[in-house]
Every structure is written in structure tokens, then in C-alpha cells.
T-cell receptor, first 117, second 112 residues
Framework: NAGVMQNPRHLVRRRGQEARLRCSPM?????VYWYRQLPEEGLKFMVY????????ESGMPKERFSAEFPKEGPSILRIQQVVRGDSAAYFC???????????????FGPGTRLTVL | GQQLNQSPQSMFIQEGEDVSMNCTSS?????WLWYKQDPGEGPVLLIA?????ELTSNGRLTAQFGITRKDSFLNISASIPSDVGIYFC????????????FGEGTQLTVNP
């Protein structure tokens, strides 16, 4: 059973370009979370999605960032017109359908390291 | 927003020594978690705590959920070289389906 898959593992973009980060959750998981990690810092929550729905986007920057989790295919985190400050590691996590009461572990992918030149 | 203060920021110890790190929060969490992150990888869950006062072990690791719901600690006994990495605490306001708030991490170095 494959874990959470993220691609690409490394992405280099020039300022002003677009970055697309993909996340395939673990089999059977319908909840996806995106986190950003700056060097030598902890992970910061960005957005929580279920299939075709954004549940909590309170951690997303108001401009240039968007996320989707379509009915078919991976979740996509899209960053338009990237700036140097967007350079970071972006992690995706997935969990199974909530059943109320019990903790559903968030399993993390290996991350995408974005470098903006 | 919620913040977690994790200490110490880094630790340099000899193999065989015990290690202790802790997290405090300005607000209450209903779930406390401890993760380990190796270079170039995502965090891996070590221990999850669900009840105030709960003490849970996983091999050489022991963690406790503080009575006030605003703190947690992680102990590692008899450290070994493969314990090297960054340890993060994380809090979750609910039990599932919600964001994790992470501490800033403790970088552990174990000298053989």
C-alpha cells in the first residue's frame, strides 16, 4: 500500500512563473491537507480539502495561491507568479474518512522543495 | 492564532543518554502529537495523545499530555545514533478532520 505521493520532489521556478505541486493521498483516504515549511521552522497549515470541497483555507495566502482536490486525480496546490519568499518545502498529508471520536492520523508525503530564482 | 513553544531548539547528547523536550501552548488542544522528521522527508508520527494526563510509551519513547491541555513532553531513553533528527510537537483542536499546529522543532544530535 503506497504512502502519500508528492511530485515533483524538487521544483525550480523563476520569479513570475507558476508552480504546480501534486499530491496523491494514500489509498482510501479522502482528506488532504497542505502545509508549508520554511527552513529551520515548523510546518504551517495552509488548506484542508475533501473531494471537490475546500473545508478550511484559513492558512492560505489571499493572493496567488489556490488548491483543489478533484473527484478524479491528485490534489493540486497552485502558486501563480511565484516570488522568492515562496521558496519552501510544501508537504501534503492525507487521512481517512472521519468517523467521529477516534483520531484519524495524518500521514505525510515526502514534500516538494520549491526554489524560486 | 494558536502558537506552540517548543524547547529546547537543539540538543547535543552522547549515545546512551536520556533526552527530554517539551511544548507549551497559549490555548487548549484536545490532541497532542509528536513527530520526527529526517532530512529531506516528511514528518512521521511517533506518539499520539488523546486525554489530559495521559502517559503513553512507544518503545524507548514516552510522552505525556498535560493536565491543563496546554502542554506536552517527550522523553527518549537510552538514545542511539538513529534518533538523530528533528522532533516536532503538534496540537489538534479536535480529534479528527482539522488542522495541526506545529511547534518549531527540536534538532537532536547524538554523538556515538
Amino acid at each position: 500500500n503506497a504512502g502519500v505521493m508528492q511530485n515533483p520532489r524538487h521544483l525550480v521556478r523563476r520569479r513570475g512563473q507558476e508552480a504546480r505541486l501534486r499530491c496523491s493521498p494514500m489509498k482510501g483516504h479522502s482528506h488532504v491537507y497542505w502545509y508549508r515549511q520554511l527552513p529551520e521552522e515548523g510546518l504551517k497549515f495552509m488548506v484542508y480539502l475533501q473531494k471537490e470541497n475546500i473545508i478550511d483555507e484559513s492558512g492560505m495566502p489571499k493572493e496567488r495561491f489556490s488548491a483543489e482536490f478533484p473527484k478524479e486525480g491528485p490534489s493540486i496546490l497552485r502558486i501563480q507568479q511565484v516570488v522568492r519568499g515562496d521558496s519552501a518545502a510544501y508537504f501534503c498529508a492525507s487521512s481517512s474518512r472521519t468517523s467521529g471520536g477516534a483520531y484519524n492520523e495524518q500521514f505525510f508525503g515526502p514534500g516538494t522543495r520549491l526554489t524560486v530564482l | 492564532g494558536q502558537q506552540l513553544n517548543q524547547s529546547p531548539q537543539s540538543m547535543f547528547i552522547q549515545e546512551g543518554e536520556d533526552v527530554s523536550m517539551n511544548c507549551t501552548s497559549s490555548s487548549i488542544f484536545n490532541t497532542w502529537l509528536w513527530y520526527k522528521q529526517d532530512p529531506g522527508e516528511g514528518p512521521v508520527l511517533l506518539i499520539a495523545l488523546y486525554k489530559a494526563g495521559e502517559l503513553t510509551s512507544n518503545g524507548r519513547l514516552t510522552a505525556q499530555f498535560g493536565i491543563t491541555r496546554k502542554d506536552s513532553f517527550l522523553n527518549i531513553s537510552a538514545s542511539i545514533p538513529s534518533d538523530v533528527g528533528i522532533y516536532f510537537c503538534a496540537g489538534q483542536p479536535g480529534t479528527s478532520g482539522s488542522r495541526l499546529t506545529f511547534g518549531e522543532g527540536t534538532q537532536l544530535t547524538v554523538n556515538p
